[in-house]
C-alpha cells in the first residue's frame, strides 16, 4: 500500500514562491505516474502537474505551465512542486496522488492514495 504525505504549504505574496514536497512510502512500480492536484474552496479538484516516477516524462495543466515545475528524487522517493510567480488564483489545498492507469494524467478519478493536503495561500 503506497503512502503520500505532503508538506511545505504555506503564505506567500502574490508574486512569490513556494516549493512542496510529496513523500512516498511503500511499494512503488516504475511505471507509476506522481500527480499533484488543487482543490480551492467550492471549486472541483483540479489537476495541476504529474510526473512518471522515472522522471522522464512530465505534464503540467496550462494554468501553471512556465511557472511552476515537477521534478521527482528517487532516492528520498520524493516529488516535488516548486511555484514560482504565485497569483491569487493558485490558493488552494494541494494534494499528491498516484496514478496507476498509465492514462489520463490530468483525470482525478484515475488517482489513487491520496494524501492529507497541505495549503498553499497566495495573498493579493
Known amino acids: 500500500q503506497v503512502q503520500l504525505v505532503e508538506s511545505g504549504g504555506g503564505l506567500v505574496q502574490a508574486g512569490g514562491s513556494l516549493g512542496l514536497s510529496c513523500v512516498a512510502s511503500?511499494?512503488?512500480?516504475?511505471?507509476?505516474?506522481l500527480g499533484w492536484f488543487r482543490q480551492a474552496p467550492g471549486k472541483e479538484r483540479e489537476f495541476v502537474a504529474a510526473?512518471?516516477?522515472?522522471?522522464?516524462?512530465?505534464y503540467y495543466a496550462d494554468s501553471v505551465k512556465g511557472r511552476f515545475t515537477i521534478s521527482i528524487d528517487n532516492a528520498k522517493n520524493t516529488v516535488y512542486l516548486q511555484m514560482n510567480s504565485l497569483k491569487p488564483e493558485d490558493t488552494a489545498v494541494y494534494y499528491c496522488?498516484?496514478?496507476?492507469?498509465?492514462?489520463?494524467?490530468?483525470?482525478?478519478?484515475?488517482?489513487?492514495?491520496w494524501g492529507q493536503g497541505t495549503q498553499v495561500t497566495a495573498s493579493s
Open positions: 496522488a498516484v496514478n496507476r492507469k498509465r492514462d489520463r494524467y490530468e483525470f482525478a478519478p484515475f488517482y489513487a492514495n
Open positions: 511503500g511499494y512503488i512500480f516504475s511505471w507509476y505516474v
Open positions: 510526473i512518471s516516477w522515472s522522471g522522464d516524462k512530465t
